[in-house]
């Protein structure tokens, strides 16, 4: 899978669904997000998330521009000082 900040997730199912993730950052073990309405921080293990992805309970959508995308990355920051 190829990452992209700024690339948007629908949830699907569980106890996040509703909620679209923002991709912000990412490790080789770890996906960072701003989940949207709620603007909290949310993070996920790779393999879970790519578990995610393959069993329809996460699925892409579209890349956000960047003009939308700094104002959520701000944001993001903020959260991770509070």
Not at 26 to 51: E, G, H, V
Not at 61 to 72: G, H, I, N, R, S
């Amino acid at each position: 899978m190829k990452l992209k900040a700024g690339q948007v997730y629908a949830i699907l199912t569980g106890d996040y669904v509703g909620e679209m993730w923002v991709l912000m950052e990412w490790t080789k073990d770890k996906l960072s997000f701003l989940s949207i309405p709620n603007m909290l921080n949310r993070s996920a293990p790779y393999d879970r998330f790519q578990f995610g992805i393959a069993n329809r309970i996460v699925e892409k959508a579209d890349k956000l521009p960047t003009e939308v995308f700094k104002p959520l990355k701000e944001q993001y920051e903020q959260n991770l000082t509070h």
